[in-house]
């Protein structure tokens, strides 16, 4: 089946990783960042389309090279702002078992200044098919910036643009659970297609099972609810319809950085209906967790 060509936007923070080689104190310094990660494989997915990427970075020689770096992967960086007095942030992945956590660094990140560059967001999603954001991309924001990005969602939504959104639930970016949940189901309440956690959802949401989640976010008028549950069934909703999906199980797992990513870009960048769409969510997220990194080259080709 032949793709037809989409513009998505995706808008968040890109930041430099550090990620382990596997030598004692090796690390190998790329980019990425959630919304990040899922442009990059929306990009190798799907070549033709028209992705692009919405931050700001600085002018600084790090900067440089991830614009350059992005325009090499096939993203579009018209809508990237550059600002002389900020710079992009740093975060180091720790691997244990597989599993990840992450220090950060990032006090002087140029994309918390997103929505005071005026017509930059706005102008980037106009005419767009889809646009793709996260918790993380509104938990940086403060309380204005949010309010702005929030009420051009809307207008966007309501000339016919699709509002995509992964409530990455990331507590350390938000004063307490109390204002990210407010915060996150009021994005809630203007996207179409949301993919929650359902681990993160009941630690911070009480969700009893994967039925709750999508009740709470079906609530909150979100049409195409997609709960990811580890390597669990995945429930969802669709069409008014509720199904579940089970995925394959990976052969190995060496780093789990950007599963979830990966997923919403294989989800994203997929033609059929909604259980081919999940199917390829999680063939291209099983190829990412058994490499290392969150931007895993040939894991697309894999698939």
Same mark, same amino acid.
């Given at each position: 089946?032949? +793709?037809?060509?989409?513009? !998505?936007?995706?808008?968040?923070?890109?930041?430099?990783?550090?990620?382990?080689?596997? +030598?004692?104190? =090796?690390?190998?310094?790329?980019?990425?960042?959630?919304?990040?990660?899922? #442009?990059?494989?929306?990009?190798?997915?799907?070549?033709?389309?028209?992705?692009?990427?919405?931050?700001?970075?600085?002018?600084?020689?790090?900067?440089?090279?991830?614009?350059?770096?992005?325009?090499?992967?096939?993203?579009?960086?018209?809508?990237?702002?550059?600002?002389?007095?900020?710079?992009?942030?740093?975060?180091?992945?720790?691997?244990?078992?597989?599993?990840?956590?992450?220090?950060?660094?990032?006090?002087?990140?140029?994309?918390?200044?997103?929505?005071?560059?005026?017509?930059? @967001?706005?102008?980037?999603?106009? /005419?767009?098919? !889809?646009?793709?954001?996260?918790?993380?991309?509104?938990?940086?924001?403060?309380? +204005?910036?949010?309010?702005?990005?929030?009420?051009?969602?809307?207008?966007?939504?309501?000339? =016919?643009?699709?509002?995509?959104?992964?409530?990455?639930?990331?507590?350390?970016?938000?004063?307490?659970?109390?204002?990210?949940? #407010?915060?996150?189901?009021?994005?809630?309440? @203007?996207?179409?297609?949301?993919?929650?956690?359902?681990?993160?959802?009941?630690?911070?949401?009480?969700?009893?099972?994967?039925?709750?989640?999508? #009740?709470?976010?079906?609530? +909150?008028?979100?049409?195409?609810?997609?709960?990811?549950?580890? =390597?669990?069934?995945?429930?969802?909703?669709?069409?008014?319809?509720?199904? *579940?999906?089970?995925?394959?199980? #990976?052969?190995?797992?060496?780093?789990?950085?950007?599963?979830?990513? *990966?997923?919403?870009?294989?989800?994203?960048?997929?033609? =059929?209906?909604?259980?081919?769409?999940?199917?390829?969510?999680?063939?291209?997220?099983?190829?990412?967790?058994?490499?290392? /990194?969150?931007? @895993?080259?040939?894991?697309?080709?894999?698939?």
């Amino acid at each position: 089946m032949t +793709a037809q060509k989409k513009r !998505i936007v995706s808008i968040g923070e890109c930041m430099v990783e550090l990620a382990p080689t596997g +030598a004692p104190d =090796g690390f190998v310094a790329s980019f990425a960042g959630d919304t990040y990660n899922t #442009a990059w494989y929306l990009a190798q997915l799907q070549p033709t389309w028209d992705i692009d990427y919405v931050t700001c970075i600085g002018t600084d020689p790090m900067s440089d090279k991830m614009a350059a770096f992005t325009q090499a992967a096939g993203i579009g960086t018209d809508h990237i702002g550059r600002l002389e007095t900020h710079t992009m942030g740093l975060y180091m992945i720790h691997l244990d078992d597989g599993e990840r956590s992450f220090a950060y660094w990032r006090g002087q990140a140029a994309a918390r200044e997103l929505m005071r560059q005026k017509g930059l @967001v706005d102008k980037a999603i106009a /005419g767009a098919d !889809i646009v793709y954001l996260s918790g993380i991309s509104i938990a940086i924001l403060d309380d +204005a910036g949010r309010a702005g990005l929030r009420e051009q969602l809307k207008a966007a939504r309501a000339n =016919g643009v699709t509002i995509a959104f992964d409530p990455n639930l990331r507590l350390r970016l938000w004063p307490d659970a109390t204002a990210m949940c #407010a915060a996150i189901m009021d994005f809630a309440s @203007v996207s179409d297609i949301v993919f929650p956690s359902h681990d993160e959802e009941a630690l911070f949401f009480g969700d009893a099972d994967i039925a709750a989640t999508q #009740a709470r976010y079906q609530a +909150a008028g979100c049409t195409t609810i997609i709960v990811k549950n580890g =390597g669990g069934e995945i429930r969802y909703l669709s069409n008014g319809e509720t199904a *579940s999906f089970m995925p394959q199980k #990976a052969e190995k797992v060496r780093d789990t950085t950007a599963a979830g990513d *990966s997923f919403n870009a294989g989800f994203l960048g997929a033609v =059929g209906d909604t259980e081919a769409q999940i199917a390829a969510g999680c063939a291209l997220a099983e190829q990412v967790i058994q490499g290392a /990194g969150a931007l @895993v080259v040939g894991a697309v080709a894999a698939r």
